[in-house]
């Protein structure tokens, strides 16, 4: 019996050592967060707009496929990013729609401003509710919805150019031929 509680602090160790080595295994892609909201309904939402402009609600991207960027100006990730957004909006691919996440209006308004705004609108999710409902982990997160208002993609983290030409271009043209 004494042999066995001397075995079991080695036996944990072998568990544990287990975990790691199978969760971080190469081909386990750490920056893939899944999303329990893929092909379901996006959460509803009606966020009050930037300077006194029209609100963003789910309903009015319903009927085109729409990308929704949840940002903020005072998100490292996110400056980075804005560029590629700015080309993407430029090439005329895709209807993008922003919601400034746990963000000041006047830092937001800066931020668009020193930037430029790719955005069609932008909803202002002050408390971090809307977030919360669609399983953001953090900003920037991107999103696909489709023309029936389904989550369609979640993209974790600042969108690069190879993320935009091999993962979001061929998802939207996918699905506006739909």
């Not at 509803?44 to 309903?59: C, E, K, Q």
């Not at 590629?84 to 209807?95: H, N, P, S, T, W």
């Not at 997160?141 to 974790?156: A, C, M, Q």
Request: glycine letters at 8%; a negative charge.
């Amino acid at each position: 019996m004494r042999r066995l509680l001397y075995l079991l602090p080695v036996a944990l160790f072998i568990a544990v050592a287990t975990y790691f080595v199978l969760a971080l295994r190469p081909d386990r892609d750490p920056s893939l967060l899944p999303s329990a909201l893929i092909d379901k309904p996006a959460p509803s939402f009606a966020l009050v707009g930037l300077n006194g402009s029209d609100g963003l609600r789910l309903d009015a991207l319903k009927g085109q496929v729409t990308l929704v960027n949840f940002f903020a100006s005072w998100c490292e990730p996110c400056r980075d990013e804005h560029a590629v957004l700015m080309r993407l909006v430029k090439d005329g691919d895709a209807a993008l729609y922003g919601i400034a996440y746990k963000d000041k209006p006047a830092d937001t308004q800066k931020f668009l401003q020193q930037l430029g705004d790719p955005y069609r609108g932008v909803g202002l999710d002050e408390s971090g509710r809307t977030a919360i409902d669609f399983g953001v982990y953090g900003v920037p997160e991107t999103y696909v919805i489709d023309k029936e208002g389904r989550i369609r993609l979640r993209h974790v983290g600042p969108l690069t150019e190879a993320d935009v030409a091999h993962e979001l271009l061929p998802l939207l043209k996918e699905l506006a031929h739909s």
